[in-house]
């Protein structure tokens, strides 16, 4: 079958007849010269590219916290009021996701401990409820919502900082926990 259209392309191309001309002739093309930058110009030129990769990120970061199809993947969590941090974290294990009324909150810190999930952590799933928006004078995004599901109720307050896609989460339950991550747009499960 393969055959049949290869040889259809080749008759349809063997019919074109191009016209050809004596006077034609065929010019150079040099790139341009490339732009002489002083080092200040060439550090105010990467760190306007800088912002504007940050305004983007947090643009697309807002528009998924108000559409409700993100996940926040964590850099670095934080437990309860000591400060413990443990920084040698996973973020495809440890994160939140939200996809309108579904919702996950997972952590796993993979320390030999099998932990509830399996993964020296737990995990929690559920319906999310009580969502509420803000929009701050200085440009932060702050999101309240709770997670409902048959292990455990937990609420959760994200603050997407202005002019970047970093974000801090604070997760009440049973102990307090605190992320650190971006947030990125999560793909809606109905527009694949």
Same mark, same amino acid.
């Given at each position: 079958?393969?055959?049949?259209?290869?040889?259809?392309?080749?008759?349809?191309?063997?019919?074109?007849?191009?016209?050809?001309?004596?006077?034609?002739?065929?010019?150079?093309?040099? #790139?341009?010269? #490339?732009?002489?930058?002083?080092?200040?110009? =060439? *550090?105010?030129?990467? !760190?306007?590219?800088?912002?504007?990769?940050?305004?983007?990120?947090?643009? *697309?970061?807002?528009?998924?916290?108000?559409?409700?199809?993100?996940?926040?993947?964590?850099? $670095?969590?934080?437990?309860?009021?000591? %400060?413990?941090?443990?920084?040698?974290?996973? %973020?495809?294990?440890?994160?939140?996701?939200?996809?309108?009324?579904?919702? =996950? $909150?997972?952590?796993?810190?993979?320390?030999? &401990? #099998?932990?509830?999930? %399996?993964?020296?952590?737990?995990?929690? !799933?559920?319906?999310?409820? *009580?969502?509420?928006?803000?929009? *701050?004078?200085?440009?932060?995004? $702050?999101?309240? $919502?709770?997670?409902?599901?048959?292990?455990?109720?937990?609420? =959760?307050?994200?603050?997407?900082?202005? &002019?970047?896609?970093?974000?801090?989460?604070?997760?009440? %339950?049973?102990?307090?926990?605190?992320?650190?991550?971006?947030?990125? #747009?999560?793909?809606?499960?109905?527009?694949?």
């Amino acid at each position: 079958m393969t055959m049949g259209l290869c040889a259809t392309a080749q008759t349809i191309i063997d019919e074109v007849d191009i016209e050809t001309s004596d006077n034609v002739k065929l010019e150079v093309i040099t #790139p341009a010269e #490339p732009v002489k930058e002083t080092k200040k110009e =060439i *550090k105010e030129r990467e !760190k306007r590219l800088r912002e504007l990769n940050d305004d983007v990120a947090y643009a *697309k970061a807002a528009n998924s916290m108000r559409r409700g199809y993100f996940v926040l993947v964590a850099d $670095f969590i934080e437990f309860g009021r000591s %400060g413990y941090r443990h920084y040698a974290i996973n %973020g495809n294990s440890n994160f939140i996701l939200v996809q309108a009324e579904d919702g =996950i $909150f997972q952590y796993a810190l993979n320390m030999g &401990n #099998p932990g509830i999930n %399996g993964l020296g952590g737990c995990t929690n !799933k559920g319906k999310v409820t *009580k969502k509420r928006i803000q929009y *701050k004078d200085n440009g932060d995004v $702050f999101m309240q $919502f709770s997670i409902v599901g048959r292990s455990i109720d937990i609420d =959760i307050d994200i603050t997407l900082y202005h &002019n970047s896609n970093q974000a801090l989460a604070h997760i009440y %339950g049973s102990n307090t926990i605190t992320m650190y991550g971006e947030i990125l #747009p999560y793909r809606d499960k109905d527009h694949r």
